[in-house]
């Protein structure tokens, strides 16, 4: 099992900045493709953004590209993502979320370990 703990949330004024973090626990993090996946009220869970095992190839939904940064410490066993220039339209329950598939996944069945999620509120 895997356990992830999401933090970071909050409430931020639009074109704002936070940075999320999720810690990993209980199985090998380097052996996993990262992704954080975002959900507002009645809506589907959507993909955000994912990193590769070695942190080097990331993946962006065209939504949040040149505005959000995915990126991992392996030896911290922590993915992050900072998102800047906010806007309403991202505000969401985000959850980071843990594969072990190969490649840049960005299906949700792909990925077998998910966070409790943290919430994301923009004001505009």
């Known amino acids: 099992q895997m356990q992830l703990v999401e933090s970071g949330g909050g409430l931020v004024q639009a074109g704002g900045s936070l940075r999320l973090s999720c810690a990993a626990s209980g199985r090998t993090f380097s052996s996993y493709v990262l992704a954080w996946f975002r959900q507002a009220p009645g809506k589907e869970r959507e993909f955000v953004a994912v990193i590769s095992r070695s942190g080097t190839t990331t993946y962006y939904a065209d939504s949040v590209k040149g505005r959000f940064t995915i990126s991992r410490d392996n030896a911290k066993n922590t993915v992050y993502l900072q998102m800047n220039s906010l806007r309403p339209d991202d505000a969401a329950t985000y959850y980071c979320?843990?594969?072990?598939?190969?490649?840049?996944?960005?299906?949700?069945?792909?990925?077998?370990?998910w966070g409790q999620g943290t919430q994301v509120t923009v004001s505009s």
């Open positions: 979320a843990a594969s072990a598939a190969v490649g840049l996944v960005q299906r949700v069945s792909a990925y077998s370990y």
